[in-house]
């Protein structure tokens, strides 16, 4: 009798290890999502400093002439009354060699 649950016992125990290892909720499956959860996490830690630096943005925008100029200028390229707004030509890449540099002109001239 001793020995049939000794051995009942022991498949037991054995069912157990391989749902504890290979079922449902295994440890297989929770290194998985323990992976998934820190891939999460740095994700949304890159997200929030991208939110923040939005956020910075806005702020900037909202209280500040400087910001709104400084965007205007290099975004839409606009420029202020009396100023000379000067654009340099850089040769294509597969040009020859006796191309003379370029020359930076007003851009209102001819």
Known sequence: MLR?????????????????????GSMREVDTLRVAVKKQTDDNAKLLQRNQAVGADVQDLKHGDQAVEA????????????????QVVEPPAGAGSSTPPPVAQPAGSP
Do not use: D, H, S
């Open 4 to 24: 049939w649950i000794a051995v009942i016992l022991i498949l037991l125990l054995i069912g157990l290890q391989l749902k504890l290892w290979t079922g449902n």
């Open 71 to 86: 965007r205007a200028r290099t975004e839409l390229g606009l420029i202020k009354p009396g100023e000379v707004f000067y």
